[in-house]
């Protein structure tokens, strides 16, 4: 799942994160970044705030007449 | 030919103690901690000496049994500076302030205040800690070599800088471990160190030594009761406790410390843009200055709500005791404002917070 920054992850030194230095960059950019597990258990950790993109639902085409 | 050490064969380790093993001595296991310091200072020992000339000594050169020197009484300084690590400050400023609360899990929140709900109160010294309160160490110096090494035994920080030096970059931190354990099992030499995971050498305190920079996202100091954004260049602050020994014990060590006796001092400085701000305008620094009104000093690292690792939000009611002027500066003209803090009041009670310092980092003081 993408994933947007909030706040927090700017005072991380990203050299002692074990995400990787491409995330936080596009994270710091404001890029939706695909994060995993570990990533999310990262930042909890440090209480770096980031919020899921939610994936827009496609509502099935009603059959035409 | 003698062998030539240099600064980088010693260390400085800490460990943090609970005021339940006040008297117990320093030991030489592996639970110390790196201090990184840059330069390397000895602890100094401080004798109870005297020696006076007696009668009956026609020569008038004071004899060696005119000498008269103890470690009974005495007491052991360490002079310090590191620059500010994450995890790390919280620890030396609980110690010099000896208050302490803490929140969260993971990350931690801390906090050390001075304020009319949360006065700081006088530790004892000798009582089982609690949040890391009564703050105390054990400090171990690694020698270069076996059998060189020295301890420190239940020091606690008498006073301690925080500077946030604009010019290195970082905050740093320097001051004064203050032991009143003086005798051979309390301030021990010729010790042989156990060393951490590097043979011989502290653990570091964390294995992610974030160092704090000197920036704010919030600077904000008052102007005619107005919180007004400042331009800063340079900010300090001193704590002092006056921390004594108390006592002396079979060996005539301390048998407790006496703390914030008879005040706890928090002094610093302050320097900002001389702008359209802060200037010589009619209600402005000097006004504020000459008419005694105490100002919030206000500077944040991140947005405030101490929430993620690395925010620090420091509130400070501060008395200028002058107002001094560098119009001559590279960077222009900059007012440089000394001062003191005070505790507000309100209808002549303590009302609102003399200093607060609250900080966020990944670890807990408890298992420090």
């Known amino acids: 799942m993408k994933y947007k920054h909030i706040k927090g992850l700017q005072l991380q030194k990203p050299a002692y994160l074990k995400t990787p230095n491409q995330k936080i960059r596009e994270l710091l950019e404001g890029k939706a970044v695909v994060l995993t597990e570990e990533n999310l258990a990262e930042f909890e950790s440090l209480g770096v705030q980031v919020e899921p993109i939610e994936k827009k639902i496609k509502k099935p085409k009603k059959e035409e007449k | ?368």
């Not at chain 2, 000798?126 to 090494?149: H, M, W």
Request: glycine share 10%.
């Open chain 2, 1 to 368: 030919m003698a062998k030539v050490y240099g600064k980088s064969q010693y260390a400085i380790g800490i460990k943090q103690k609970s005021g339940s093993a006040f008297a117990t001595a320093a030991q030489t296991d592996t639970a110390y901690q790196l201090l990184p310091v840059i330069n390397v200072s000895s602890p100094v020992l401080n004798l109870v000496e005297s020696g006076e000339i007696r009668s009956n000594n026609a020569g008038m050169i004071e004899t060696d049994f005119d000498q008269f020197r103890t470690r009974k009484g005495g007491f052991v300084t360490l002079d310090f500076e590191v620059p500010a690590e994450r995890e790390g400050i919280v620890r030396l400023l609980t110690s010099v302030l000896q208050d302490h609360s803490e929140s969260g899990a993971g990350p931690y929140v801390h906090t050390i205040e001075a304020s009319s709900s949360a006065a700081l109160s006088r530790p004892d010294f000798d009582a089982t800690s609690s949040a890391g309160v009564p703050s105390l160490f054990d400090i171990a110096l690694y020698g270069p070599a076996t059998a060189e090494d020295k301890l420190m035994t239940s020091a606690a920080l008498q006073s301690l800088t925080m500077n946030f030096d604009m010019s290195d970059g970082r905050c740093l931190l320097s001051g004064t471990f203050y032991s009143g354990f003086a005798s051979s099992t309390g301030f021990l030499v010729g010790q042989t160190l156990t060393g951490g995971t590097v043979a011989g050498t502290p653990n570091l305190m964390y294995t992610a030594p974030t160092q704090i920079e000197s920036y704010f996202d919030t600077k904000t100091l008052d102007i005619g009761g107005s919180a007004t954004n400042a331009v800063i260049t340079g900010v300090s602050f001193t704590f002092e406790n006056n921390l004594a020994r108390v006592g002396r014990d079979a060996n005539g060590d301390a048998e407790n410390y006496a703390f914030g006796i008879p005040s706890v001092n928090i002094t610093g400085e302050i320097s900002l843009m001389y702008d359209d701000n802060f200037n010589d305008g009619a209600s402005n620094v000097i006004q504020d200055f000459l008419d005694g009104t105490p100002a919030t000093l206000i500077l944040q690292q991140g947005d405030g709500t101490i929430s993620s690792a690395g925010e620090l939000n420091i509130t400070a009611e501060i008395y200028s005791t002058a107002v001094n002027y560098d119009l001559n500066a590279d960077t222009g003209a900059i007012i440089t404002i000394p001062f003191k803090v005070v505790q507000p009041t309100s209808s002549g009670a303590p009302s609102g917070t003399a200093f607060k310092f609250e900080y966020c980092d990944n670890k807990s003081n408890s298992a420090w």
